[in-house]
Nanobody, 122 residues
Framework: QVQLVESGGGLVQAGGSLRLSCAASGRTFSSYVMGWFRQAPGKEREFVATISWGGVNTYYADSVKGRFTISRDNAKNTVYLQMNSLKPEDTAVYYC???????????????WGQGTQVTVSS
């Protein structure tokens, strides 16, 4: 069982930056692949980024590649999402999630946080 709690969301102007954090409970954090997803109003939840168990491999959605960076600190049981050059279309609730395998598929993540709102004004 893994419990995930996101933080760091807020309101930012276009072109600005935010860093999201996701703190995980339990002693098996390093056993999970971690991902970030987002859901805008009226849209389905979509993949943003994922990072492998040790942090060596990362994957990004094309829409955020070059602007967002996912990282993790297994000693702190925390995964991060650094978001730069934010655009109004990045506005969404952002969720972190844990999976036993590297995947971009929402349904293959077993544990989810409650989400944190990110709003980018134009």
């Amino acid at each position: 069982q893994v419990q995930l709690v996101e933080s760091g969301g807020g309101l930012v102007q276009a072109g600005g930056s935010l860093r999201l954090s996701c703190a995980a409970s339990g002693r098996t954090f390093s056993s999970y692949v971690m991902g970030w997803f987002r859901q805008a109003p009226g849209k389905e939840r979509e993949f943003v980024a994922t990072i492998s168990w040790g942090g060596v491999n990362t994957y990004y959605a094309d829409s955020v590649k070059g602007r967002f960076t996912i990282s993790r600190d297994n000693a702190k049981n925390t995964v991060y999402l650094q978001m730069n050059s934010l655009k109004p279309e990045d506005t969404a609730v952002y969720y972190c999630a844990a999976s036993i395998k590297v995947t971009v598929t929402t349904g293959e993540y077993d544990y989810w946080g409650q989400g944190t709102q990110v709003t980018v004004s134009s």
